[in-house]
């Protein structure tokens, strides 16, 4: 079974600090992903990266920014968080044209 | 371009009725049709998927045909159970343009005994 680790389930940080949220798989797969998700908007795409050291951005990059130096591990950071980065955060990994496999998620606050 | 649409939620319903969750897609090219379900707490993990037209997936009774005419891939099971409540989502992805994953806005589904 392909297993996807998310480094928190549960986060609080004020609003200003760095904050550090760390994917793992362990499937050798390309692709990795990083969503949020917030009640009514369903799952938006901040950031994904093909391969090691590449990365792309999604529908919502702002405040946001990602690092991938090893393929099994995908960080997202919030250079400066803000209240509205209170959510949600799911990483997901893709082999090619197949189906995504998720995390357990985290859920930020910020206060 | 591509995107997906499912019925609003929540839907409520009581343990074994029928269940239906509306998904139609846009899509350009021919897409790959999924669905999530993502439990409370946790992730979203695969349902059911099919790759080309006709094509029925089916997973825990749960079953969803693409329909190609309508482009449409309804999720539907006979008799829910308690353990059914949860969010789902209907997604697509074509692997002939740009391969990324499309998700729909999800649908809460809540069982009562």
């Known amino acids: 079974d392909v297993k996807v680790t998310q480094s928190s389930r549960y986060l609080v940080k004020r609003t200003g600090e760095k904050v550090f949220l760390e994917c793992v798989q362990d499937?050798?797969?390309?692709?990795m992903f990083w969503y949020r998700q917030d009640p009514g908007l369903g799952l938006r795409l901040i950031y994904f990266?093909?391969?090691?050291?590449?990365?792309e951005k999604g529908d919502i990059p702002e405040g946001y920014s990602v690092s991938r130096e090893k393929k099994e591990r995908f960080s997202l950071i919030l250079e400066s968080a803000s209240t509205n980065q209170t959510s949600m955060y799911l990483c997901?990994?893709?082999?090619?044209?197949?189906?995504?496999?998720f995390g357990p998620g985290t859920r930020l606050t910020v206060t | 371009g591509d995107s997906v649409t499912q019925m609003e939620g929540p839907v409520t319903l009581s343990e074994e009725a029928f269940l239906t969750i509306n998904c139609t897609y846009t899509?350009?090219?021919?897409?790959?049709l999924f669905w999530y379900v993502q439990y409370p707490g946790e992730g979203l993990q695969l349902l059911l998927k099919?790759?080309?037209?006709?094509d029925k997936g089916s997973n825990k009774g749960f079953e969803a045909t693409y329909r190609k005419e309508t482009t449409s891939f309804h999720l539907e099971k006979g008799s829910v159970q308690v353990s059914d409540s949860a969010v789902y989502f209907c997604?697509?992805?074509?692997?002939?343009?740009?391969?990324?994953?499309?998700f729909g806005k999800g649908t809460r589904l809540h069982i009562l005994p």
């Open positions: 997901a990994t893709r082999p090619f044209s197949y189906e995504q496999y």
């Open positions: 499937m050798d797969h390309e692709n």
């Open positions: 990266s093909y391969d090691v050291k590449m990365k």
């Open positions: 899509a350009t090219g021919y897409p790959s």
């Open positions: 099919a790759t080309k037209a006709d």
């Open positions: 997604a697509l992805s074509d692997m002939n343009r740009d391969d990324k994953i499309i």
